[in-house]
Each structure stands twice: as C-alpha cells, then as structure tokens.
C-alpha cells in the first residue's frame, strides 16, 4: 500500500463513508478505502476508510485461560483485565484499516454521533496503536453533501466524545461481566435440580423478557368489567354538542343515584354560571425517532420493529431519509406516510 496519507477520516460503515466521498471530488475508489483529491478543506488530500460495525470485540473467558472454557462454579465469578481482540470474519479489511492507520499523519474520527460510534472507532485506534497520532472528532449531522462539507470544516478536538467513549466502555464491560458470569451459574444451578440445557443471561435481554413476560400474563388473566358512564347532548343558540362526565362508576345504581343527588332530569335546563378562557398553543407533531417509528408502523400496519428498522435503514443508505438513529427526530407524518405506502418500491432500490 504505498500512499502518502495527510488526514485518515474514519467512517463506521461503507455506506458512510462513500456518502462523505460524495462531498468531495475523488481521486481514487478502492474496496476498502476512497482517496480524495486535494480541497480547502484538505489541502493535501484525504484518504476516507470504514468500519463494518465492529472489527474489535471482546476476548471470551476462554481466551484468558483454559479453565474458562468448561463451565464450572468454583471459576465464578470472572473479572478479567479486558482485552480485544479482531472479529475473524473481518481480518483482513482490519489490517488494511491498520496499515491506513499507521500511514497517516493525522485521524478523523467520523462515525455516528453516538456511544456506539465513538466505541467502534476508538478501540480500532487502540488496536492498531495509533492514538499518539493527532486526532479530531467529526460530528454528522447528516449526509447531504453540504451538511458533510459542513461537518468536516467544523471539526472538534477528539476530548469533547471522550464521555461518550467512556459511557459505551462502561456498558460494553458491564455488559461482558452479566453475561459470562449469570449464564453459567443460573445455568449450572438449574442443572442442579434436574434442568437440561442452558440459559442466557444478559444485561438488557432478560429485563426485556420479563416486562414481555408480565404483558402477556396481565393479557392472558385479563377480564373484563362493564362501568357506567354519563353523557348528555347540550343544546344552546349556537348549536348542539355532547358531553362526558368524568365520573366511572360500577353499577347503573350509583349512576341514578348521582342524577338524584344533583337533580338531573332527562329534558331540564341548565344554566351558564361561569366561562373560563384559555389561549392554547397547537405546535407542529414532531418528526418521529426511530423508536416511535417502529410503535407506529406497528400500530397502523403491524409491521414488526425490525421490519421497519431494516427498511429505514435502506433508506438512509440511499439517501432517502437522514441519519436513523434511536434519539434522534428525523421524519415527519407525512414523509413517513408516503414512505409506508411505497414501502415495496423503496426496499429494492
């Protein structure tokens, strides 16, 4: 690989980093990198490579010792000095992601503005031994190319993510300890009294299946119980309109006997004795995140929440919609209701 390389900037999927090329005038398409010819924004060229996902991981108990591999109790509970190690389905885009890494002068970190992205990015830095090198944080905020160009003549010193890396370290390792460690003992504990096989325990996954677990019980014992309610139809010179109390009682009973407390009568005549006013504000709906996305989409067309995942996420690859992310708004009613209606059409482009 012989290049002279000024700035590296580090994307987190292909299809991230050829929206950033886009932006730019190219010199050179590779497979696993984009050269760029030199601009105002980098003089001398710059190289753009990628991710896929991760390219690091974790080591597994195993791989710290041997007496890991077999599950047994007197080996719990297993705190490890974390160490990393490269994903085999991706050895060989990580070494040329390295030897990228190890040619530049200076880093652009450029993948998603989140947790997860900082991770991604930074442990490959680490891995390949480069984070002497001068770095800088680049924040997207889409990938129209102008917002591109943007982002990349505003770019922050690297120690403005530094929490954001923190935070994902935190969760990735509390994450590992759960998991490694609650398995084999609720495992072999149940083994114990006669159970076969095993089970998986995880941070996120197992509070998950109980709220589902405790949903669907309260669905299964559920009866139902008829209340009473009252409404009436009021008319005045200005027209007609009906009304609801508040008021939820069990029996027809209690209803009459409110009506007879307060005198009500089938056909009486009320009186106005007060009007109060008020001024409300109707903002616009906001644009919907991913999460109420998938709610909706569900709720309207039960389309299942990784359906509709994956089907924005081709959009986003397409430059349809911008930057699918779980805290970020980034569609209206509108723009989603067309989207849902041409559905088919989209997934195939």
Same mark, same amino acid.
């Given at each position: 690989?012989?290049?002279?390389?000024?700035?590296?900037?580090?994307?987190?999927?292909?299809?991230?980093?050829?929206?950033?090329?886009?932006?730019?005038?190219?010199?050179?398409?590779?497979?696993?990198?984009?050269?760029?010819?030199?601009?105002?924004?980098?003089?001398?060229?710059?190289?753009?490579?990628?991710?896929?996902?991760?390219?690091?991981?974790?080591?597994?108990?195993?791989?710290?010792?041997?007496?890991?591999?077999?599950?047994?109790?007197?080996?719990?509970?297993?705190?490890?000095?974390?160490?990393?190690?490269?994903?085999?389905?991706?050895?060989?885009?990580? =070494?040329?992601? @390295?030897?990228?890494?190890? $040619?530049?002068?200076?880093?652009?970190? &450029?993948?998603?503005?989140?947790?997860? !992205? %900082?991770?991604?990015?930074?442990?490959?830095?680490?891995?390949?031994?480069?984070?002497?090198?001068?770095?800088?944080?680049?924040?997207?905020?889409?990938?129209?190319?102008?917002?591109?160009?943007?982002?990349?003549?505003?770019?922050?010193?690297?120690?403005?993510?530094?929490?954001?890396?923190?935070?994902?370290?935190?969760?990735?390792?509390?994450?590992?300890?759960?998991?490694?460690?609650?398995?084999?003992?609720?495992?072999?504990?149940?083994?114990?009294?006669?159970?076969?096989?095993?089970?998986?325990?995880?941070?996120?996954?197992?509070?998950?299946?109980?709220?589902?677990?405790?949903?669907? =019980?309260?669905? @299964?014992?559920?009866?139902? $119980?008829?209340?009473?309610?009252?409404? &009436?139809?009021?008319?005045?010179?200005? !027209? %007609?309109?009906?009304?609801?109390?508040?008021?939820?009682?069990?029996?027809?009973?209690?209803?009459?006997?409110?009506?007879?407390?307060?005198?009500?009568?089938?056909?009486?005549?009320?009186?106005?004795?007060?009007?109060?006013?008020?001024?409300?504000?109707?903002?616009?709906?906001?644009?919907?995140?991913?999460?109420?996305?998938?709610?909706?989409?569900?709720?309207?067309?039960?389309?299942?929440?990784?359906?509709?995942?994956?089907?924005?996420?081709?959009?986003?690859?397409?430059?349809?919609?911008?930057?699918?992310?779980?805290?970020?708004?980034?569609?209206?009613?509108?723009?989603?209701?067309?989207?849902?209606?041409?559905?088919?059409?989209? $997934?195939?482009?």
């Amino acid at each position: 690989m012989q290049l002279n390389i000024d700035t590296l900037i580090f994307a987190e999927k292909p299809s991230q980093g050829r929206a950033y090329a886009d932006a730019y005038s190219v010199k050179k398409r590779n497979q696993s990198y984009i050269e760029l010819n030199p601009c105002s924004t980098f003089p001398k060229g710059a190289v753009i490579t990628w991710g896929i996902g991760h390219l690091i991981e974790l080591q597994t108990p195993g791989e710290y010792d041997e007496k890991y591999k077999k599950w047994d109790m007197k080996n719990l509970p297993i705190i490890p000095d974390f160490s990393y190690k490269i994903k085999s389905d991706v050895k060989d885009h990580y =070494k040329i992601v @390295e030897g990228l890494l190890k $040619k530049t002068r200076s880093i652009v970190l &450029a993948t998603d503005r989140d947790r997860e !992205g %900082e991770l991604i990015g930074r442990l490959i830095f680490q891995q390949a031994d480069v984070m002497n090198k001068p770095m800088k944080r680049m924040f997207p905020s889409s990938e129209v190319e102008e917002a591109v160009r943007e982002s990349f003549n505003d770019l922050r010193p690297i120690e403005e993510s530094n929490n954001m890396y923190l935070e994902a370290l935190a969760r990735q390792h509390a994450d590992w300890l759960v998991g490694m460690n609650l398995s084999p003992l609720y495992s072999l504990s149940l083994q114990q009294k006669g159970f076969k096989g095993s089970i998986s325990i995880g941070r996120v996954q197992c509070p998950t299946v109980k709220i589902i677990y405790d949903r669907q =019980k309260e669905i @299964e014992n559920f009866v139902p $119980k008829p209340f009473y309610q009252l409404k &009436a139809k009021f008319k005045s010179s200005n !027209g %007609e309109y009906e009304g609801t109390t508040n008021i939820k009682v069990n029996t027809k009973q209690e209803m009459k006997d409110i009506l007879m407390k307060h005198q009500l009568q089938k056909h009486g005549i009320g009186k106005i004795v007060s009007v109060k006013k008020d001024i409300k504000r109707n903002y616009a709906p906001k644009l919907h995140s991913i999460t109420t996305l998938q709610s909706k989409a569900n709720k309207l067309w039960k389309y299942g929440t990784k359906e509709t995942l994956d089907t924005v996420q081709s959009l986003y690859e397409k430059k349809i919609v911008s930057y699918p992310r779980t805290d970020c708004h980034f569609i209206g009613d509108k723009e989603f209701a067309y989207i849902v209606n041409n559905l088919e059409k989209y $997934k195939d482009i």
